[in-house]
């Protein structure tokens, strides 16, 4: 029997060299097929050069990848001695359908290690991380999205009306605007299933909000697109969501009220202004949230993160999204220092909310919001995290709870 490493009910088996992924020599490569979600399998492909050890962890926390805490579900190992015939190992992965998994972060690391040249150490091959969705819904949660986030000229949108033959701009109604009436994006008919990776925005200029619980109109005229314009001027507590509160939506269905513009947010009071043309609705489900950079729309480093989410058909009903009411303007912070110093990363950052502000951390492809720390003496956040692996080179963003964020480049 082929060598390999078994935890918590992987199914686990042989197979032939597979063309879903390229393999590099020297390094291990590895191949995913399927989105984690309850009640479905996802696919994993582990192969290396004949004669290397190769291993991939599978770890669901709350915590960076190689915090595992042993004995929560979905710590896995994959792997073994890459046979002469090079054939590679396979884990199917079957997700329990259990309501407490959802929204919970499955990180992957593929290493690999070629006795014949022990000099090269351990050598990286594919990390990422992905988020437990649920199943389909029939009612979500609603919220408004302005045109930084759903509009003709973002990169994905163009891509995906490609795939599906349309111009872009009939794909999300921006040829057809309107102010009376709220009619379902085209987008979600002929393009439901399509996983797109969108922006929302950055510090100060945020793509997505929430409504507060009591406003001066019915819920279901504002969802309906009933309201007359003069009334949706000077709506108190509309809530723009930064990247802390993005996160907590990975797993969520939403039901997004497009706007053909921005939509205006004064503070100190938290006015917001919903006037002006929308291009209607659109329900998607958050199947993760990724460090920003990824799409052009994000390079810049008070971007937010980008979110990677499913479109879904027409959804039946929607409900309010409640998140807590801050009126303050978004936080201003900075990356001080992020850097490899052997195999512990060192962050540091300032930010204006401290010493109350409650600060995260997410490296691109390996943790997602893990906490910092205030230190008194500095005045600044700090945080470290062991990795068996150089993360040199990849992304970090810096998060606070009052709407704060900063990306960098980890040196």
């Not at 926390?61 to 396979?90: A, C, M």
């Not at 990422?128 to 999205?145: A, H, K, N, R, S």
């Not at 956040?381 to 040199?392: H, K, Q």
Request: glycine fraction near 10%; include cysteine; hydrophobic fraction near 40%.
């Amino acid at each position: 029997m082929r060598p390999a490493l078994l935890l918590s009910g992987l199914s686990l088996l042989a197979a032939a060299p597979s063309a879903l992924a390229q393999h590099v020599p020297g390094t291990p490569s590895l191949a995913l097929g399927g989105e984690p979600c309850l009640g479905r399998s996802v696919r994993f492909e582990l192969g290396a050069d004949p004669g290397t050890f190769a291993l991939l962890w599978l770890s669901a926390s709350q915590g960076p990848t190689i915090g595992l805490p042993i004995g929560l579900p979905f710590v896995q190992v994959l792997g073994g001695l890459v046979p002469p015939s090079g054939q590679r190992f396979v884990a199917n992965l079957s997700v329990p359908n259990d309501p407490s998994l959802l929204r919970q972060p499955v990180y992957h690391l593929a290493v690999g290690f070629d006795p014949a040249r022990p000099q090269q150490g351990l050598l990286e091959g594919p990390s990422g991380v992905q988020t437990l969705c649920g199943p389909p819904t029939t009612i979500g949660d609603l919220v408004l999205i302005d045109d930084d986030m759903i509009d003709a000229g973002i990169s994905t949108i163009i891509a995906a009306a490609a795939r599906l033959g349309v111009a872009s701009d009939v794909l999300v109604n921006d040829n057809n605007p309107v102010e009376l009436g709220n009619p379902w994006l085209p987008w979600s008919t002929l393009g439901a299933g399509d996983i797109v990776t969108l922006p929302t925005g950055s510090v100060g200029d945020e793509s997505i909000f929430a409504l507060p619980a009591e406003t001066p109109f019915t819920f279901q005229a504002f969802l309906a697109g009933t309201v007359p314009q003069p009334q949706l001027d000077n709506i108190a507590n509309v809530m723009p969501l930064g990247n802390q509160e993005l996160a907590r939506l990975i797993g969520r269905t939403l039901v997004a009220v497009v706007k053909d513009g921005d939509y205006g947010i004064n503070y100190n009071p938290l006015l917001a202004n919903l006037q002006g043309a929308r291009n209607g609705l659109l329900a998607f489900t958050v199947l993760g949230v990724q460090v920003p950079g990824r799409i052009s729309e994000s390079g810049n480093s008070s971007a937010l993160y980008d979110l990677r989410v499913r479109i879904e058909g027409p959804i039946a009903s929607a409900r309010s999204l409640q998140v807590p009411v801050v009126d303050l303007s978004s936080d201003s912070m900075q990356i001080t220092t992020a850097r490899m110093q052997g195999n512990l990363l060192i962050v540091e950052a300032t930010a204006n909310s401290a010493p109350t502000g409650t600060l995260s951390f997410s490296v691109e492809g390996f943790s997602f919001e893990s906490p910092m720390s205030f230190v008194a003496g500095s005045g600044s956040y700090r945080a470290s995290l062991w990795s068996p692996i150089s993360l040199a080179g990849r992304r970090i963003t810096v998060s606070s709870d009052q709407r704060g964020a900063y990306t960098d480049t980890i040196q």
